[in-house]
């Protein structure tokens, strides 16, 4: 569904993606692990069109993807934020909304929003609240069902569980496998690697903006090399 090939992007002087190759079938979770700078968040926003890349294709559904935001938007592709990036001052409700404003099918956002509540009934509860007053998670919550909003065929996660409590972060990693349920699909970009490696079909792990290893989310959990950098198992 999804073909990253031979990406380099830049900020500057630093070379952040170097050659990154990835590749992402329907219906799948696939997540991308690595240390701090690894450049995971630059991957997902060059596929996003928020960073722009100077090298390498990628293609959504056979077809080379535009390197605009709005249009990724309308090709089928949402990011869910790292850091969320909710209006606070608006309601619950009305954040989600926000994530339809490029459709015009009344009844089908009318859908959409029912799953939402579906999916997070907190959030069904909290409609009229100011998001600005949520807790974290729930802020999380409402960013991914935001992004749901948009009826996207691909999420963009980054880092979804960052700062959460270990409840939530539960919550968190079960929902997003309720979206794939949904008959979505997941590029999910975390340091929580256990629990995304747990969750996902494939993974990759980027190191230095290089593709370093990948395979089998279920094979990576038990590869030496991750468990000693990524498991802190020795
Ligand atoms: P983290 O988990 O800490 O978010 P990451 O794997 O997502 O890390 P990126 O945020 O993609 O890594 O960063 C990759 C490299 O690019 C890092 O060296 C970072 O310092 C650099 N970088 C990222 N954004 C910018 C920017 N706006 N300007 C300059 N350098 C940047």
């Given at each position: ?57 990628i ?50 956002i ?68 309720d979206i ?5 699909t ?49």
């Amino acid at each position: 569904m999804l073909e990253i090939k031979n990406l380099h992007a830049y900020y500057g002087g630093i070379h952040a993606l170097k050659g990154v190759g990835i590749s992402v079938s329907e219906g799948e979770i696939v997540t991308i692990i690595g240390a701090n700078g690894a450049g995971k968040s630059t991957l997902l926003n060059a596929v996003s069109g928020i960073v722009r890349y100077r090298e390498g294709s990628i293609f959504f559904k056979g077809k080379p993807l535009p390197r605009l935001p709005h249009l990724i938007v309308k090709r089928g592709i949402v990011q869910v934020p790292e850091g969320r990036l909710i209006f606070a001052n608006l309601t619950v409700k009305d954040n989600l909304m926000l994530g339809a404003y490029l459709r015009s099918d009344k009844e089908g956002i009318k859908r959409d929003l029912e799953k939402v509540y579906e999916l997070f009934p907190r959030l069904k509860e909290r409609e009229k609240q100011m998001a600005g007053t949520l807790s974290g998670g729930e802020q999380q919550m409402l960013a991914i069902g935001r992004g749901l909003m948009s009826n996207p065929e691909l999420i963009l996660l980054d880092e979804p569980s960052l700062g959460l409590a270990p409840i939530m972060v539960e919550t968190i990693f079960r929902v997003i496998k309720d979206i794939k349920n949904l008959g979505k699909t997941i590029l999910l970009v975390e340091q929580n690697a256990y629990k995304a490696l747990s969750t996902a079909d494939s993974a990759y792990m980027l190191e230095q903006g290089r593709v370093v290893k990948s395979g089998r989310a279920a094979d990576l959990i038990n590869d030496p090399g991750v468990k000693e950098s990524y498991l802190g198992v020795k």
